[in-house]
């Protein structure tokens, strides 16, 4: 999914972001065992039950989060200072000034990280003159940095962000999913074009990104971070997802002839598994998927950048 | 006898729906939600929500208008649940398809399978055992749904029905798809695993039917009474000595048979989704019973003995 991490980002404005307006409940069913006497939660039901299971995830997260938030500054401001994925909570403390001062860009953490890799990109560009070979070049920064990306997640868990662990799991694996098991796994594509379109996509925002967190840290958040934040992902989302949708569609020939990361039957375990037919499944869920973040994200910009109240939708 | 005034407003918009006058006070909530349906009749009373504070929680039908803690010009705000669709109709659906689904699969019906396997038969026993299994868990809750399960509630969001029967049907599709394949390869231990699991998956089915019917006497016809469950002298009950939803520790006990019995890592999977949200409604009906009864006993568990 051509997740520019938009909507995860959006947690570090203190609002959980409320994906697609359903409730935080994991799965999907409602209960089918009501012969268990008393009121169950059945999901969505809006609190109609006397004593259920309203988890109260909600409810137990701030606390947390306060209690955790002196530790979760040092921890991050150490990961900063690390070079690995930077992403602070709004309400802790400023950490050490150079922290901020490292890069010489104010970025923090991740920052560095893709910063690195666009100035990579732009440098093999006026050496070489062709796209030809970018991928390669970058690969192992693209990967040390989309990998540790995975860190996020375990920050939603722990509840330093406050952001749906399931929203940054989506987003996070659908990066991972593009850069291990596509660009990394099928060699005949790294030289597409739609490779260095997401690529340059995901770059962008991935500054801008961090960039914001980094300064919302320091509670000194320039307009103009906020701005792009909330408008460069107006182009950079579709053209990141035409060059994932591109790449996918450009490895669809060498998946189908080498069968890989596939499995047949018979087999011991009575399971089969087509990576093609996966593939295609995976493009055709960018078009329900797409259009539902993309909204979301324009729901959320005029609420920061322009104050307007949005009644939300009943679920 | 004084009356009440019941006025009802929107909870987001705080919008005055309605004004109900001289309304007894013993009026129960189940009654203001038919007075409201007549002026709003689209809303019947199941997708109705009323409560005291526009963010509050929803008032049971049961609760009586003077007991609350309300004046005698009491504001109600209503929620719109949005369609509603009664639980017996969801469940019926939702275990229909998969009783009828797995049975296309079985008789390999044209358009699966190659064509020269339309309507083969499998030489596998634990093929046909699989069958037996599936379609009497099938037809087992089925008939629990008609007669032996109470619910407390009536209805559930209409959208509910789309998503569980996705759940159940893509399952059984997917599982069965592979039982019945003709390149099935039977369990690696042979009769041994087969006999073993189908063991186990018969007691747990008992047990899954004995609970339901334990906690099915536990509560009147009628009513929604709430009484903490305690073993019986059937020796399955003395589960409860342990967990608080001993059916859903028989359930996900009766897939891992049947996972064990077919050795198909599809059943593997659906077992492991159902054991994940079983164990989310089990630590809610949990947390339910600790909050209700002081008294709830200490050594008791959600779903899994001592562990979970």
């Keep these: 999914m051509g997740r520019l991490t938009e909507v995860a980002a959006l947690g570090s404005g203190a609002r959980a972001a409320r994906w697609a307006g359903s409730p935080p409940t994991l799965l999907l069913l409602s209960p089918t065992s009501p012969g268990c006497a008393a009121t169950m939660a059945s999901s969505d039901e809006d609190g109609t039950n006397g004593g259920a299971s309203e988890a109260g995830e909600d409810r137990e997260a701030p606390g947390k989060r306060r209690r955790l938030g002196l530790l979760a500054t040092a921890w991050l401001t150490f990961y900063n200072i690390a070079m690995t994925a930077g992403y602070a909570r709004r309400e802790a403390p400023s950490g050490p000034p150079r922290a901020a001062v490292r890069g010489g860009s104010g970025l923090r953490g991740r920052g ?29 920064t693209l990967k040390f940095f989309q990998t540790f990306a995975l860190l996020e997640i375990v920050h939603c868990l722990i509840g330093i962000v406050p952001t749906s662990v399931l929203v940054t799991g989506v987003q996070v694996s659908s990066r991972i999913f593009m850069v291990w098991l596509i660009t990394h796994s099928i060699k005949p594509i790294q030289n597409e074009e739609s490779v260095v379109l997401f690529l340059v996509a995901w770059t962008v925002t991935e500054i801008t990104r961090y960039s914001f967190y980094t300064f919302s840290l320091l509670d000194h958040l320039p307009y103009f971070i906020k701005w792009a934040r909330y408008n460069f992902f107006i182009i950079l989302y579709p053209v990141g997802v035409a060059g994932e949708l591109l790449t996918i569609y450009a490895a669809l020939p060498y998946v189908k002839k080498t069968g890989m990361f596939s499995i047949r039957l018979p087999n011991k375990y009575n399971v089969s598994f087509d990576y093609y037919y996966f593939l295609l499944i ?14 979301h994200m324009l729901r959320q910009r005029r609420k920061v950048l322009h104050g307007e109240v949005i009644v939300e939708k009943d679920d | 006898m004084k009356h009440y005034e019941v006025e009802i407003l929107d ?21 203001i939600k038919n007075l409201f349906t ?78 020269k396997y339309d309507f083969t038969s499998s030489r ?28 407390s509630h009536g209805t559930m969001p209409l959208r509910n029905i789309f998503k569980n029967c996705t759940y159940y049907w ?42 339901h019917m334990a906690l099915r006497d536990l509560r009147p016809a009628g009513s929604k009474t709430r009484k903490i469950p305690y073993p019986t002298k059937n020796p399955i ?32 999977l659906f077992s492991l989704v159902g054991f994940t949200q079983m164990t989310i409604w089990a630590k809610g009906k949990h947390r339910s019973y600790l909050k209700e009864f002081r008294d709830y006993p200490p050594l008791r568990m959600p779903i899994i003995p001592f562990l979970l």
């Design chain 2, 237 to 268: 009950t003395w589960l409860f000595l342990l967990v608080s939803c001993p059916n859903y520790t028989y359930e996900v006990g009766s897939w891992i048979g049947f996972a064990i019995m077919t050795q198909c890592l599809p059943v593997a």
């Design chain 2, 124 to 151: 596998h026993t634990v093929v046909h055992l699989a069958c037996i299994c599936h379609s009497f868990h099938y037809v087992k809750r089925l008939l629990e749904t008609l007669f032996v399960h109470r619910f």
């Design chain 1, 112 to 140: 560095p990280g893709w910063l690195v890799l666009a100035i990579a990109m732009v440098r093999f560009y006026m050496e070489k003159g062709t796209h030809r070979g970018l991928y390669k070049s970058v690969q192992k």
């Design chain 2, 38 to 115: 007549k002026t709003h009749p689209q809303w019947y009373p199941a997708r109705q929500s009323l409560r005291l504070d526009p963010k509050g929680k929803s008032l049971k039908d049961e609760d009586i208008l003077q007991k609350l803690p309300v004046g005698t010009t009491a504001t109600l705000y209503f929620r719109d649940l949005g369609a509603q669709i009664s639980w017996v109709t969801v469940f019926l659906t939702e275990y229909a398809g998969p009783l009828f689904i797995y049975l296309l699969f079985y008789f390999r019906v044209p358009f699966i399978y190659g064509h």
């Design chain 2, 170 to 211: 893509g399952f059984a599709a997917w599982m069965a798809y592979y039982i019945n394949h003709p390149l099935y390869t039977p369990p690696t231990y042979g009769a041994q695993q087969v006999k073993l699991a189908l063991a186990i998956f018969v007691i747990c089915q008992l047990g899954n039917f004995s609970i």
């Design chain 2, 11 to 31: 909870a987001k918009t705080r919008e005055k729906l309605c004004f109900l006058d001289k309304v007894e006070p013993h009026a129960t909530i189940a009654e």
């Design chain 1, 282 to 295: 995976t493009m055709a869920s960018y078009i329900p998927l797409f259009p539902q973040l993309y909204f």
